[in-house]
């Protein structure tokens, strides 16, 4: 069974920074693109970073020189570096993965974390 299993997040202050990891376990015979969304109470979850399996990454303007999204395909995880938080930041973050395995290719989702930008 295939999972993908988030960590880091938590409280910060403004203009700190947070590494989220997300790591894809299971029967999986590759990872196409892997993302990162966000989302916040009474509003719908938005896009935060991407990257595809060659490494081409795409990001929300919002988040554009700040954030960077990166993988490591030997651990089959991606990681998001949020750098010069600022409190609009504040969301419950997750992590997708188009996954193929044996039986289907799949997008999965994880079961997001908490990043609370707060003075």
């Known amino acids: 069974q295939v999972q993908l299993v988030q960590s880091g997040g938590g409280l910060v202050q403004p203009g700190e920074s947070l590494r989220l990891s997300c790591a894809a376990s299971?029967?999986?015979?590759?990872?196409?693109?892997m993302g990162w969304y966000r989302q916040v109470p009474g509003k719908q979850r938005e896009l935060v970073a991407t990257t595809t399996g060659d490494d081409i990454t795409n990001y929300a303007d919002s988040v554009k020189g700040r954030f960077s999204i990166f993988r490591d395909n030997a651990k089959n995880t991606v990681y998001l570096q949020m750098n010069s938080l600022n409190p609009e930041d504040t969301a419950v973050y997750y992590c997708n993965a188009e996954i193929v395995t044996i039986r289907r290719t799949f997008t999965y989702w994880g079961q997001g974390t908490q990043v609370t930008v707060s003075s």
């Open positions: 299971g029967s999986i015979l590759s990872i196409n693109t």
